[in-house]
């Protein structure tokens, strides 16, 4: 048993030193040293040379993704020009600054808020007096499903991680629950954790292709579901990012609107409690006081789903809604969308 003991022992120091050891004998048998055999193994060219284009498009981006931290919690960033301008999603900087940037290399600098868009989850801040290495980005609308996606950012606060997978799907009308709802979203394998949102998630060849925003969640487990993300697309991104950096705020945001102020029923349908005036929904009929259940044809029981169904519409189309009146009657109003308003 003492034997045994030994030989083991020196099996466990050895693999941790990266080697197999392999015993000649039994335990009660030969005084021969055992014989090591190096534990290694060539693989076939095209594995490293996929090995070498990940390492080099982590080596080539890092720099361009830092980590954002306010108050609330932190998020992560990606550098959008020379100006020292940062796109993230908006719910990484909401509740305010001061907000501190944090790049790859450790350099921490203070950062203001340039301008955000809520709809559509984005904002820009940014930094003085710090040289910062913008991103390329991509045309996400040549993105198709089975392509290679890499995952920078700072899930948990762990500064710089990385993550890989493919783009798995394109999700229309996806929302974060919060009564914000995406047009399109690129759903990726890519792991994606908190402090994740608002970092690059990038092709193969280094340019970024959307902003991980949501990780799906388990409704029977309660947590994210594994390999289920998605991103904002880049073309999305660099559009809302760039009248921001101009202008301060969003000029044309794209997306169709209602007009309305409204709140959750018991799942029976989403309470108009203000109509605005001149609005798409004024001008077609709507009132205080109804209650939407459906627009162009798609059930309505929350806020949440109805922000979801104008976020796959465009402002121009005229749809139809139908409603419940106070007196229990129903309706069928037909809306032509307003764009949603940007926002200052």
């Known amino acids: 048993m003492v034997r045994f003991r030994r030989w083991f022992a020196r099996l466990i ?17 030969s005084n021969r040293s055992p014989a090591t055999v190096p534990a290694t193994v ?20 890092s720099p361009s993704v830092v980590q954002i ?32 940037v944090t790049t790859s290399t450790g350099k921490r600098y203070s950062a203001k808020l340039v301008g955000s868009f809520a709809p559509d989850d984005l ?11 913008p991103a390329t980005f991509a045309d996400s609308s040549k993105l198709q499903v089975g392509d290679l996606t890499i995952a920078i950012g700072n899930p948990l606060g762990l500064r710089s991680s990385v993550t890989d997978g493919i783009v798995s799907a394109f999700r229309q009308g996806i929302s974060e629950g919060n009564g914000v709802a995406l047009p399109t979203m690129i759903q990726t394998s890519a792991a994606i954790n908190p402090g994740n949102s608002g970092g690059a998630l990038a092709d193969i060849e280094g340019r970024v ?22 991103a904002i697309p880049s073309d999305l991104v660099m559009n809302i ?15 169709a609107y209602l007009g309305i102020q409204a709140g959750d029923t018991n799942g029976e349908g989403v309470y108009v409690s203000k109509v605005d005036p001149g609005s798409a929904a004024a001008k077609a009929g709507l009132e205080g006081g109804d209650v939407i259940t459906s627009v162009a044809g798609q ?9 979801s169904v104008l976020a796959e519409l465009k402002p121009g189309q005229t749809v139809a809604v139908r409603v419940t009146r106070q007196n229990g009657s ?12 940007g926002s200052a």
Do not use: M, W
């Open 69 to 100: 931290e306010n108050a609330q919690g932190l998020g992560s960033g990606i550098v959008f020009d020379t100006n020292g301008d940062i796109v993230t999603n908006n719910h990484v900087v909401a509740g305010g600054g001061p907000y501190t």
């Open 13 to 29: 120091v050895a693999l941790g030193a990266g080697v197999v050891v392999v015993a000649v004998s039994a335990c009660g048998g």
């Open 241 to 255: 990012a760039t009248q921001i950096v101009h202008h301060g705020h969003v000029i044309n945001s794209h997306r």
């Open 209 to 230: 292709i959307g902003i991980p925003t949501l990780a799906a969640t388990d409704p029977e487990l309660g947590g994210t579901a594994p390999g289920i993300g998605f």
């Open 42 to 61: 060539k693989p076939p060219g095209g594995v490293i040379a996929f090995q070498d284009a990940i390492i080099s498009v982590v080596h080539s981006l």
């Open 123 to 133: 904002a820009v801040v940014s930094v003085s007096g710090a040289t910062l290495r």
């Open 330 to 341: 129903a309706a069928t109003l037909h809306v032509t969308l307003d764009t949603y308003p």
């Open 299 to 307: 059930a309505t029981p929350t806020l949440d789903q109805l922000t």
